[in-house]
């Protein structure tokens, strides 16, 4: 089997570190990962070989998130082929992405296995027309401003939203909800529990500690 292609686009001037860390845990259903960990071989053969690209318009050198941290851009728009995942995270709220990147995201999803907005990522894919019709969050203090950047999308107040491959999440840390969400959903469960109870990644549910629980 093809290794999965995971790639992580990176827009702006100011991308949360913490935004872009989700990704670990999916890096951590991978075979390569799993076996330096030394666990039972069945569980090994439940992950993932997994190929990770970090994408963006300049194409190469390095793109610095908060904190200083600088990531190896691996490809550019143009030469990262098709993905099966593609995640987001937030670049400064006021950001506008450029036609490349909506173009870039709005020709990925089709041949996508999911799209992930992370915190003020979604407002990317909200600029890029691809929430139109789609059930979706994002950071509440925001809400305001991403209901008029996509006023036909469907939005709600939660830690996350899935509304077919189209993940969106809340504000910074509510990415690993989401990405915790979709791993439960999408892998071998008794993988996916060792991983997330490895990484302490609980199980906050959707709705905020203000919001009524049912």
Request: hydrophobic content about 40%; overall charge negative; charged content about 20%.
């Amino acid at each position: 089997m093809a290794p999965l292609r995971i790639g992580t686009l990176l827009v702006g001037s100011a991308v949360q570190f913490l935004d872009t860390a989700v990704i670990d845990i999916l890096a951590m259903h991978d075979k390569d990962y799993l076996t330096s960990i030394h666990i039972p071989e069945a569980l090994i053969a439940q992950g993932y070989d997994m190929e990770f690209l970090y994408i963006a318009e300049q194409g190469s050198g390095l793109f610095t998130l908060t904190g200083g941290l600088s990531v190896n851009i691996t490809h550019g728009l143009q030469n990262a082929g098709q993905l099966d995942y593609l995640l987001v995270p937030g670049p400064e709220p006021r950001y506008q992405a450029t036609a490349a990147e909506k173009a870039f995201i709005k020709e990925q999803l089709p041949g996508l296995k999911a799209l992930f907005g992370i915190c003020t990522g979604t407002f990317v894919l909200a600029q890029a027309g691809v929430l139109d019709g789609v059930i979706a969050t994002g950071p509440r203090g925001f809400l305001p401003m991403l209901k008029e950047t996509a006023p036909k999308a469907k939005w709600t107040e939660k830690r996350w939203e899935e509304d077919g491959k189209i993940w969106t999440s809340g504000g910074v840390t509510n990415g690993n909800d989401a990405i915790s969400a979709f791993v439960r959903k999408t892998y071998a469960p008794e993988l996916v529990n060792l991983v997330l109870s490895g990484a302490d990644v609980g199980e906050r549910g959707q709705l905020y500690p203000d919001q009524a629980q049912d």
